[in-house]
Every structure is written in C-alpha cells, then in structure tokens.
C-alpha cells in the first residue's frame, strides 16, 4: 500500500512540475498594414512620399517612394521594421539607382513614428539621413503621414 500511495505522489509531483505554460508573444494591437502617405517640398517642387506596409507580427516592411506630381520617381526605397506599442523604428535603405539622378548615389534613412491610429490613422516622426554617399531628395524636419 505504501508503494502505492507513494507512486501516486511521484505521478502527481511529475506531471506538476512537467507542465510549464509556454509564454506567447502577444500580437501587436495596431496594424501598419497598408498605404501611408503625405506631400512635402523637394527642392522648391511638391512631392508625394509613399509608403506601402505590410504587417506580420511587429516586423513591418515595405517599398518607399517619392515622386513628383507628374508622376515622376525621384526616389525608391525599402522600409525594414520594428512596431513596439505605438512606435515604429525603421531604417529605409535607398539602393544604387534608387535616385535616378544620382543613379550611385546609396544610403539610408532612419527614425521612430509614432502611430494613431484613429478616424484619421497617421505615422509622425522626423526622419533622419542615417548614412549616404550622396545628398537624398528627402528634406529635413518632421514628417506625418496619413493612411489612405
């Protein structure tokens, strides 16, 4: 009887300390998913800077554009990453002939936005030239998209 009730102690003390709850990481409650956009001034002209997220857990990626009214591209990117609460941190890297006026021209642009989402959703932040071998389209200052 003792081995009895002694096996069932080491069953249960088992199966307690066995079972340990895998954590989980918890979706992000905002969506970036989509497009992103704003007008700004380059060089005395209106642009329209573009940004087309797409969202999987808090890793946010997409292509980055600015173009002229005209429709003309004066600079393509790609945007890499990271939503934390309401902030995320990016880096846009600007490849060789990513500005076809200065199709050697490389680098990137980084910051944090800050998302609201809301009635009216937008992404704001002051964007910074985080490395570059040449002088981007991109002006300085703070900068507030809107999704569309």
């Known amino acids: 009887?003792?081995?009895v009730i002694a096996a069932l102690l080491l069953a249960i003390a088992a199966v307690g300390c066995g079972s340990k709850s895998t954590p989980t990481t918890a979706?992000?409650?905002i969506d970036l998913t989509g497009t992103w956009a704003?007008?700004?001034?380059?060089l005395g002209t209106t642009a329209r800077m573009t940004w087309t997220l797409t969202q999987r857990d808090t890793a946010v990626t997409g292509?980055?554009?600015v173009s002229l009214l005209t429709g003309t591209v004066i600079m393509n990117g790609f945007l890499t990453g990271t939503l934390t609460g309401s902030n995320l941190t990016y880096t846009i890297t600007v490849g060789a002939g990513g500005i076809p006026t200065q199709p050697t021209c490389v680098g990137q642009i980084?910051?944090?936005m800050v998302a609201n989402i809301g009635a009216v959703s937008t992404l704001s932040g002051t964007p910074a030239v985080t490395g570059s071998n040449c002088t981007p389209?991109?002006?300085g200052g703070p900068l507030t998209l809107t999704k569309q």
């Open 63 to 65: 292509p980055v554009t």
């Open 137 to 139: 389209p991109i002006p």
């Open 27 to 29: 979706s992000p409650s």
């Open 110 to 112: 980084g910051g944090t």
């Open 1 to 3: 009887m003792r081995r």
């Open 38 to 42: 704003t007008s700004l001034t380059v």
